[in-house]
């Protein structure tokens, strides 16, 4: 198979490769602090939202188009299994 330009990679600097790891490793801690608020601070407050939500769509509905209106009948709603994780930021 040819070799292209694409597959060649240019070597970085030192300053560069120094500076790459300093961005990733405060990257990493940014997102684990977006993790811990997301998962922990704020998951009883998703958990209300979740609720709202679910009895919006089930008495006022939702747009479906313009101004059609569409009211999702409580048994189309899934029940939430027993055991079920709780919602989540992944990394």
Excluded: S
Excluded at 28 to 35: E, G, L, P, S, T
Aim: charged content about 40%; proline content about 7%; cysteine-free.
């Amino acid at each position: 198979m040819a070799k292209r330009v694409q597959d060649k990679k240019p070597p970085r600097a030192r300053d560069a490769e120094a500076w790459l790891k300093e961005e990733v490793a405060e990257q990493k801690k940014r997102h684990a602090a977006i993790q811990k608020e997301m998962n922990e601070e704020i998951a009883p407050q998703r958990e209300k939202w979740v609720a709202e939500f679910l009895r919006i769509i089930q008495t006022k509905g939702f747009n479906v188009t313009g101004d059609v209106r569409r009211v999702i009948k409580p048994n189309e709603v899934p029940k939430k299994p027993k055991g079920m994780k709780k919602h989540q930021v992944v990394y």
